[in-house]
């Protein structure tokens, strides 16, 4: 009886609040979009094509039908796999921040022995400030530039750090100190980020492993100071 009084308690109001709740987790439930390789393909298209129309005009000018026009797509493909323009370049931040690290990291791969893994990272940072957009993006749409520089500053000196173990590993027992690693590639990341604002000659950027060695044997001489 008192199980029987229980369930007839639930007034009409009571149900529909239930059937609400229901609802509302529902709703919050975030939508899954399915990726194949066909979807990937269309969105490496949408990403090409951001990338040329905020190069051409910045991000400030931007239009989603500008990006569909590049990619040649229409409005509607677009909406498949972006619900707005902000969405958009949140995604191709992150996707530009990654393709960064990708880059670099297969760029040294290949290279077990430590001296060849160094050489392979002065060459790739002379093409990336050679041949790189990084500046001209700074140009044409600086607030967009400086935070994309903001967001990729520490994750890169973490990669950096992982990249060039190695070659770490090999100073340490050469020189026999434990180098400050972390210090190091966050040197190498600010003259990267130095350079998109004052650019030096091919010349100077090749003395880049002399700076770093004068920097690597300060360390040592502060680290038998103390």
Known sequence: MPEAVLRSSQTPKSREEARQLKTDRKTVTPIKRRRNKRSEVT??????????VILASGVDRVSILDVCKVAGISRGTFYRYFSSQDELLDAFSKHKRERFHASLSGALEAYDDPDERFNALVDYLNRYLELGTAKKLLTVAPQYAIGWFNR????????????LRIVFDAWDERLGVALDRELICEFLIRYILSEQLVKSTPQRRRSLPKKIRRMVQSMIVANRVE
Not at 43 to 52: C, G, H, K, P, T
């Open 43 to 52: 969105i490496q298209s949408i990403f090409d094509a951001a990338d040329q």
């Open 152 to 163: 990729i500053f520490h994750d890169s000196i973490e990669s950096l750090q992982k990249d």
